[in-house]
T-cell receptor
């Protein structure tokens, strides 16, 4: 099956610093990648939709200048949390949709646990 | 807006059957997904329903009624490894997924 990787799996950073999270589709090309965040025992909340070669589309309430998304190729999207604060601590999950997929299934990465101290 | 409801927790005995219900009110509908998520891990795909009726896949089955805005996931012959969170997600008209809060299923011996 389709595999999506995320790096790093865990990161601890100090308040005010920036953190970059990578999302890669390993064995397929993805026109569209999605970024979610999940708080403990809560649902996945869509943050933004990332399309290769174009600007990301952010959901209402998500600050685009704080959560920078770059989708440089059909296999890589990055999320940079800028000037991180403790309230940004969360589980960040990406997913990818196949370029020529016949379904709308999204393949999820293993997630990145961000802790801001 | 999107409104997707599912129970918070369910407990069942190994070998038993559990049914997880999901009701939804969404702006547009292009199908409903069920995912399994173990703590600290990514969701894994279980099923996709876009037409009314029952889809059976081994021990797991999923049902959809579009007119009622209702789906359920049926887990049969429960095993300890089935203890996880089960997420109901609706694909809207713009092909984005909206998730319910998840149902934590605990399987007891």
């Amino acid at each position: 099956g389709a595999v999506v990787s995320q790096h790093p799996s865990r990161v601890i950073c100090k308040s005010g610093t920036s953190v970059k999270i990578e999302c890669r589709s390993l064995d397929f090309q993805a026109t569209t990648m999605f970024w979610y965040r999940q708080f403990p025992k809560k649902s996945l909340m869509l943050m933004a939709t990332s399309n290769e070669g174009s600007k990301a589309t952010y959901e209402q309430g998500v600050e685009k200048d704080k959560f920078l998304i770059n989708h440089a190729s059909l296999t890589l999207s990055t999320l940079t949390v800028t000037s991180a604060h403790p309230e940004d601590s969360s589980f960040y999950i990406c997913s990818a949709r196949e370029l020529d997929g016949s379904s709308y299934e999204q393949y999820f990465g293993p997630g990145t646990r961000l802790t801001v101290t | 807006g999107q409104n997707i409801d599912q129970p918070t927790e369910m407990t069942a005995t190994e070998g038993a059957i559990v049914q997880i219900n999901c009701t939804y009110q969404t702006s547009g509908f292009n199908g409903l997904f069920w995912y399994q998520q173990h703590a600290g891990e990514a969701p894994t795909f279980l099923s996709y329903n876009v037409l009314d009726g029952l889809e059976e896949k081994g021990r797991f089955s999923s049902f959809l009624s579009r007119s009622k805005g209702y789906s359920y996931l049926l887990l049969k012959e429960l095993q300890m490894k089935d203890s996880a969170s089960y997420l109901c997600a609706v694909l809207s008209n713009d092909y984005k997924l909206s998730f319910g809060a998840g149902t934590t299923v605990t399987v007891r011996a």
